[in-house]
């Protein structure tokens, strides 16, 4: 099953709008990592945050983690229509190296 | 600035073929993943290999599936015998040799592979 699982599963909204992605796991985590995939193409990361932090900025970016609750949650403010694309959130297993994906979020951002 | 190379791109193969996907790491990187993709899924982990070793292949198929990383030249990702059921994205990602835990993985623009 998988260890991630995103909400919503897809996401309209308007140039300037903010865009909230939620994502829930079950296993104990060395990190939680956002990544981004346009159509067609393969993942591009962008930001990382550890089991021992509770937020994290880049840019229009901000991550939170909720090790409690197991969950996360991506933030990308001011949003473009260069934006659109899908974002999948990954935890790495502790004590591993494996990623395990969730199911994803499709942005639409218009014009 | 070359970034993970897979090829191909795209690979189409009648039933009862075989198929071979390539991936050739970032430069200094030792360490090579490899994902399945459905449509509209999500990545789905298949083996972590570093050079002449496969480390974890828990999520790799039983039958027909092989991976190897050689001490040189890119790394293999075999499917024998394919059905329709492996029509997928397969996606590469390495990550450097002195990796510890908390280091993001880059990924490669995948190989598209469509089962006639």
């Known amino acids: 099953s998988q260890q991630g699982e995103e909400d919503p599963q897809a996401l309209s909204i308007q140039e300037g709008e903010n865009a909230t992605m939620n994502c829930s796991y079950k296993?104990?985590?060395?990190?939680l990592q956002w990544y981004r995939q346009n159509s067609g193409r393969g993942l591009v990361h962008l930001i990382l945050?550890?089991?021992?932090?509770r937020e994290k900025h880049s840019g229009r970016l901000r991550v939170t983690l909720d090790t409690s609750k197991k969950s996360s949650s991506l933030l990308i403010t001011a949003s473009r229509a260069a934006d659109t694309a899908s974002y999948f959130c990954?935890?790495?297993?502790?004590?591993?190296?494996?990623?395990?994906f969730g199911t994803g979020t499709r942005l639409q951002v218009f014009p | 600035n070359a970034g993970v190379m897979q090829n191909p791109r795209h690979l189409v193969r009648r039933r009862g073929q075989e198929a071979r996907l390539r991936c050739s790491p970032m430069?200094?990187?030792?360490?090579v993943y490899w994902y399945r993709q459905l449509p509209e899924e999500g990545l789905k982990f298949m083996v972590y290999?570093?050079?002449?070793?496969?480390?974890?292949e828990s999520g790799m198929p039983k039958e027909r599936f092989s991976a190897e990383f050689p001490k040189e030249g890119p790394s293999i990702l075999r499917i024998q015998q394919v059905v329709r059921g492996d029509s997928a994205a397969y996606f590469c990602?390495?990550?450097?040799?002195?990796?510890?835990?908390?280091?993001?993985?880059?990924f490669g623009d995948g190989t598209r592979l469509s089962i006639l």
């Open positions: 290999l570093q050079k002449e070793n496969i480390i974890d």
């Open positions: 945050i550890r089991s021992n932090e």
């Open positions: 430069k200094g990187h030792s360490h």
């Open positions: 990954a935890t790495e297993v502790s004590n591993t190296d494996k990623l395990i």
């Open positions: 990602a390495s990550s450097p040799a002195t990796r510890g835990y908390n280091q993001p993985q880059h």
């Open positions: 296993t104990s985590i060395n990190n």
